[in-house]
């Protein structure tokens, strides 16, 4: 027994070095990542507790718009994946510009709304219960913040759509230089711009924003400046923008595939962040000690957020290469791999529980609560690596309807439900609420495992594209 479980679900040394080698650096671009914006949420704490939850607002919407963009580009990634499998560069720079146009279009739809919607928008976040001066506050440095953030939008994106298509050709050190690159400026303006140090004036949450701002130039530049001076390993950018012909049935099959990833991205971040709307009726302070957990966990929930993204290449590539039994072996190793690694972060997070909330200008009621949201994050994480593999499985082999359901269907039909009855309809604590709602990934978790179980997701989806 302990034989066959080893078989299935053990690789070999070598099986682990290459996987090691495809995903540290993008744990380590996402870790930078996360730990900048963890810097930037405690120097924006340091102002105060209304700052904190203006800044905090407005992220939970360019969490929406980043988490779209993504789904916008994973469509076309399944299909550049399988093309890069089957040696298709030609195949690789149709979906190159099928990503950019999509992109800019969402872009343009995000800036739009960001801008003309604003005040409503954060408004939603404040309970007609918290204190006037404290609501209107909030209101006022989340619009400032706001104004600036939409300027970030276009790098953000463009840079995104060039770093997946080098990331599936397995070049993920590039992605992983830029973010590196943009890190300590990024650190760097924040101080000086949030405190007025080395000679700049004091400007707050405005800071924050412009710095975040420009390190997202940045990182961007650096990706695109890399893909355009190395043709000879991205054949696919040669010619690139000579024309932006894409064959009709390749714009096709693209759409069909990635309308539902694209709609389950957006529509499961809106979840996030609707579920995010119910918490807040319970008042500003619980905003707060939200931000402070989830800037903690998202920091280790980097690591099996890209282990998933690994399966989705490695298995994806294996797909298109029609190695249809290895692709299933290697995908039972990589779960494995992606929960196993997940507890060993998750129990890196629990120490930190008592100590990072301690970081914040804030009131000792927010810290606790914050501590405790921490923990019951930690005990969840391993969960949501498990669901995260699933998903990715599921849209290596382009089952993007399935994946649809998985995701946008168990968020809107039992998380959102459930967090809506409960805050409103209750008087549960809020930290028993917050449990409930966590651990109702469990049913996540048992529909993937049937889901992945069952093999629908082995396909190869470029065999026959022209």
Known sequence: MLRNFREKYIGDRQFYKNVLIMVIPMILQNLVTNFVSLIDNIMVGQIGTEQMNGVSIVNQYIFVFNITVFGAVAGPSIFGAQFFGKGDHEGQKHTVRFRLLTVTTIIAIGTALFYFFAEPLISLFISPDDPVEKAAATLE????????????????????????????CG???????????????????????IFGKFGFAEMGVKGAAIATVISKVIEAFVVILWTHTHPK???????????????????RKMLIKGLP????????????????????????????????????????????????ACIGIIVGAKLGANKLKEARSTDNKLLFFSVAVTVLAAAAVIPFAEIFPKLYNTEDSIRDLASYMIIIQALAMPLWAYTNACYFTLRSGGKTGVTFLFDFGYTFL?????AFVLAYFTDMNIRLLWAVVTFSEIIKVIIGYFMVKSDVWINNIVNTEE
Not at 233 to 251: C, M, Q
Not at 414 to 418: A, E, K, Q, S
């Open 141 to 168: 440095y989340g619009k400032e913040y706001m104004m600036y953030m939409l300027l970030g939008l276009f790098p953000f994106g463009i840079g995104q759509a060039y770093s997946s298509v080098v990331r599936e």
């Open 171 to 193: 070049e993920t050190k590039i992605p992983m230089i830029a973010s590196f690159s943009a890190v300590g400026v990024n650190i760097f303006l924040d101080y000086s711009l």
């Open 233 to 251: 390993k991205n054949k696919y950018i040669v010619g690139i923008f000579r024309g932006f012909h894409i064959p009709s049935e390749l714009v």
């Open 261 to 308: 990833l694209l709609f389950n991205e957006f529509l499961w971040a809106a979840g996030m962040s609707i579920i995010a709307q119910c918490y807040s009726v319970r008042g500003l302070d619980v905003v707060a000690a939200r931000n402070i957990s989830s800037t903690m966990t998202n920091l280790f929930g980097a690591i099996y957020i890209q282990l998933g």
């Open 414 to 418: 039992l998380m959102i439900p459930l």
